[in-house]
């Protein structure tokens, strides 16, 4: 079903969610999550996304990234490919077609030797100012190519993975008191430092939006910051009262 959020941002904001279905999703081993909201935003207005391309592309599809990625790579041997061609007879390239001018592109671009009968490109001015800029281009996009892959690998969310949660919570009457309880623990050897932990409820009434709640834990007591040490299983503990969602 379609609800459509109320206020400032509720002519560009929409959230999806199937009816009875959990907010996030427990399809990982151990019934685990893999960190996906089951939630999807439209906006109508994209730049919202350009203007910060750099997350847009971390949070792309591996397949889209790798296909623009090759885009990329080949458009821009291709427009240099051309300018070379452009100026060959002017700096003595001796390109006869446009194939041998993508050969000198990609043989620049991927510097794996030169096939032009004179390096320095009969001292011709043009020439030097097309190769320097294709050669800061070609800098410039694999850097940005090792940078997204490489923060893509290292991205924290596939780091929580093996912190596996209790596939259920219980209610415990302790001392005249309702406790929310579930554990929480550290399935590699190698801990996390200064985990922390924090629980949020999801309200939703009829008529009205999604609303997420803070609950309040006692252990760990998250005024102290919610810490938890890991290498043992530990117990997360709500107290039910009147202030709880």
Same mark, same amino acid.
């Given at each position: 079903?379609?609800?459509?959020?109320?206020?400032?941002?509720?002519?560009?904001?929409?959230?999806?969610?199937?009816?009875?279905?959990?907010?996030?999703?427990?399809?990982?081993?151990?019934?685990?999550?893999?960190?996906?909201?089951?939630?999807?935003?439209?906006?109508?207005?994209?730049?919202?996304?350009?203007?910060?391309?750099?997350?847009?592309?971390?949070?792309?599809?591996?397949?889209?990234?790798?296909?623009?990625?090759?885009?990329?790579?080949?458009?821009?041997?291709?427009?240099?490919?051309?300018?070379?061609?452009?100026?060959?007879?002017?700096?003595?390239?001796?390109?006869?077609?446009?194939?041998?001018?993508?050969?000198?592109?990609?043989?620049?671009? /991927?510097?794996?030797?030169?096939? =032009?009968?004179?390096?320095?490109?009969? @001292?011709?001015?043009?020439?030097? #100012?097309?190769? *320097? $800029?294709?050669?800061?281009?070609?800098?410039?996009?694999?850097?940005?190519?090792?940078?997204?892959?490489?923060?893509?690998?290292?991205?924290?969310?596939?780091?929580?993975?093996?912190?596996?949660?209790?596939?259920?919570?219980?209610?415990?009457?302790?001392?005249?008191?309702?406790?929310?309880?579930?554990?929480?623990?550290?399935?590699?050897?190698?801990?996390?430092?200064? /985990?922390?932990?924090?629980?949020? =409820?999801?309200?939703?009434?009829?008529? @009205?939006?999604?609303?997420?709640? #803070?609950?309040? *834990? $006692?252990?760990?007591?998250?005024?102290?910051?919610?810490?938890?040490?890991?290498?043992?299983?530990?117990?997360?503990?709500?107290?039910?009262?009147?202030?709880?969602?």
């Amino acid at each position: 079903y379609q609800r459509r959020v109320h206020g400032t941002l509720s002519e560009c904001l929409f959230f999806f969610a199937r009816p009875h279905g959990r907010l996030i999703d427990r399809d990982a081993p151990f019934q685990q999550s893999h960190g996906t909201l089951r939630v999807r935003r439209r906006h109508p207005n994209r730049m919202l996304w350009v203007n910060d391309w750099s997350h847009s592309l971390l949070d792309t599809s591996t397949s889209y990234l790798f296909a623009l990625f090759v885009i990329a790579y080949i458009l821009t041997m291709l427009i240099f490919a051309g300018l070379y061609y452009s100026v060959s007879t002017y700096c003595d390239l001796q390109l006869n077609n446009f194939v041998e001018a993508m050969f000198l592109s990609l043989e620049t671009q /991927a510097t794996i030797g030169y096939g =032009a009968p004179d390096p320095n490109f009969s @001292s011709c001015l043009g020439g030097f #100012v097309i190769l *320097l $800029v294709h050669c800061l281009i070609a800098v410039l996009i694999q850097a940005l190519i090792i940078g997204i892959v490489f923060t893509r690998l290292i991205r924290p969310q596939r780091r929580a993975c093996t912190v596996c949660f209790t596939d259920k919570a219980v209610l415990r009457v302790e001392g005249g008191r309702v406790l929310f309880m579930f554990q929480v623990c550290e399935m590699r050897k190698h801990q996390l430092v200064e /985990a922390h932990v924090r629980c949020y =409820a999801v309200r939703h009434h009829e008529g @009205s939006a999604f609303q997420t709640h #803070v609950m309040r *834990l $006692v252990h760990p007591d998250d005024s102290l910051g919610g810490m938890l040490l890991l290498a043992l299983p530990a117990v997360v503990v709500h107290h039910a009262d009147a202030w709880s969602p």
